[in-house]
Antibody, heavy 122, light 110 residues
Framework: EVQLVESGGGLVQPGGSLRLSCAAS????????MNWVRQAPGKGLEWLSY????????YYADSVKGRFTISRDNAKNSLYLQMNSLRAEDTAVYFC???????????????WGQGTTVIVSS | QSVLTQPPSASGTPGQRVTISCSGS????????VSWYQQFLGTAPKLLIY???QRPSGVPDRFSGSKSGTSASLAISGLQSEDETDYYC???????????FGGGTKLTVL
């Protein structure tokens, strides 16, 4: 079964850090580009970051640029999101999602994890 | 304020055909493929349409997508009660160098 499972969410104080992980199974992870997307409580979807299969092309939303870092370990079939300088407005459910296309512009995220919740609060 | 503009709500009766619009600009919808997602409360989004009008396997042909210029649309024909949920459009934005979503449309089946 094709599956993505996020972990690493939790409660963190403003200014703190957290590292999210996304474990992939059921498909050849190293041949797919990946994304992180979040959803704040009661709000819509917000794309955060994209990394291509070889980690040579990485993009970020302006809202997290300079604070969040996406990375992957193809040997471990895993995607990561290092989140630093966290703010209250970063409180959200964080999803990892597989890109079905060969390039970022083509789009289409066809496999999603169940999400992990991050709460930034003192 | 989302880069892509969707109506916050839409509605229809069972069996009816409804459309949800997604308005963008030349840097996103106007120059890149649009995808559509369906999301039920508390669950992960599901890809409904990619490359403007392509359906992944398993998505009923009641769902269709189209694009013209800087606007895209999702059409749902033969509306069913289980279609009542949230829908989002997305596209790559060449100016922002990132992916952007619409604000989402809540579909109600009357």
């Amino acid at each position: 079964e094709v599956q993505l499972v996020e972990s690493g969410g939790g409660l963190v104080q403003p200014g703190g850090s957290l590292r999210l992980s996304c474990a992939a199974s059921g498909f050849t992870f190293r041949t797919y580009d990946m994304n992180w997307v979040r959803q704040a409580p009661g709000k819509g979807l917000e794309w955060l970051s994209y990394i291509n299969r070889g980690s040579s092309h990485i993009y970020y939303a302006d809202s997290v640029k300079g604070r969040f870092t996406i990375s992957r370990d193809n040997a471990k079939n895993s995607l990561y999101l290092q989140m630093n300088s966290l703010r209250a407005e970063d409180t959200a459910v964080y999803f990892c999602a597989r890109d079905r296309a060969a390039t970022a512009r083509e789009g289409g995220m066809d496999v999603w994890g169940q999400g992990t919740t991050v709460i930034v609060s003192s | 304020q989302s880069v892509l503009t969707q109506p916050p709500s839409a509605s229809g009766t069972p069996g009816q055909r409804v459309t949800i619009s997604c308005s963008g600009s030349s840097s996103n919808v106007g120059s890149n493929p649009v995808s559509w997602y369906q999301q039920f409360l508390g669950t992960a989004p599901k890809l409904l349409i990619y490359s403007n009008n392509q359906r992944p396997s398993g998505v009923p042909d009641r769902f269709s997508g189209s694009k013209s210029g800087t606007s895209a649309s999702l059409a749902i024909s033969g509306l069913q009660s289980e279609d009542e949920t949230d829908y989002y459009c997305a596209a790559w934005d060449d100016s922002l160098n990132g992916r952007v979503f619409g604000g989402g449309t809540k579909l109600t089946v009357l």
